[in-house]
């Protein structure tokens, strides 16, 4: 947020925000204050671009905006959130599993006894708590922006977000849906390769920062388009 509030200030907020957003995820709640902060600068004015990736809570930022730019190369990924190291969607899977395998054969409990025994008092309703968070938030983002011109919005924000979070046909919390499965779920998708020149500038920025990450101790880097930037290094 210091860094957002760096380099946002002095820019003309009323043409929009164009944001490259190169990522592999974070915190649900450190997204939420992200968008919402982007929100009173620019209002709903914002596409997000993606270079290389935006995962996790990157995706969630990315549901956020107007359009997605995404060129061949690119990825988002799944919402699911993950609880202490855990992801949250598979440990509520099993905990169901378990209600029912019981169910069925009583001394079963013996042994999903031990599988539970290792999560701390609390976690499971963290769990539930954060998965249902992530889907109200990234469907209302979806559904007051991206989607809100479409004939049934909340409708096809739903569907969108029943797919990032579909927990069961997904092989893993790093799975990558390239541009062509985004458009399939509904995001609403711009072709980085439609504009040789938007290419070009796109791609030499990311460069820029992949090189600047390999050699030197930078972790985290924001910059605008005016010369300001923030950053965080080892």
């Not at 809570?57 to 107007?66: H, L, N, Q, S």
């Not at 060129?71 to 899977?93: E, I, N, W």
């Not at 395998?101 to 609390?122: H, R, S, T």
């Not at 559904?143 to 004939?151: I, L």
Request: charged share 20%.
């Amino acid at each position: 947020m210091n860094g957002l509030m760096a380099v946002v200030h002095g820019l003309d907020r009323s043409k929009g925000l164009e944001f490259i957003l190169h990522t592999p995820g974070g915190g649900i709640e450190a997204a939420r204050a992200m968008v919402e902060y982007l929100y009173q600068m620019f209002g709903k004015d914002i596409r997000v671009i993606v270079p290389h990736m935006a995962m996790s809570a990157g995706t969630m930022i990315a549901c956020a905006a107007r359009e997605i730019m995404m060129g061949k190369h690119s990825c988002l990924g799944p919402t699911d959130p993950q609880v202490r190291g855990y992801p949250a969607m598979g440990v509520l899977a099993e905990a169901e599993r378990a209600v029912q395998e019981i169910k069925k054969e009583p001394l079963k409990q013996i042994v999903w006894q031990q599988v539970f025994a290792k999560y701390p008092p609390g976690f499971i309703t963290d769990c539930e708590r954060q998965v249902l968070g992530a889907k109200a938030m990234v469907t209302q983002w979806l559904r007051e922006n991206m989607v809100s011109g479409e004939a049934d919005p909340g409708k096809q924000a739903d569907a969108i977000v029943d797919e990032l979070m579909n927990y069961a046909g997904q092989s893993g919390h790093g799975q990558h849906y390239v541009a062509g499965v985004c458009k399939q779920m509904g995001l609403k998708i711009v072709d980085i390769e439609a504009d040789q020149a938007v290419q070009e500038d796109v791609l030499s920025v990311h460069h820029t920062f992949v090189a600047t990450f390999a050699r030197t101790g930078a972790i985290k880097l924001i910059e605008n388009a005016s010369g300001g930037s923030w950053d965080i290094s080892t």
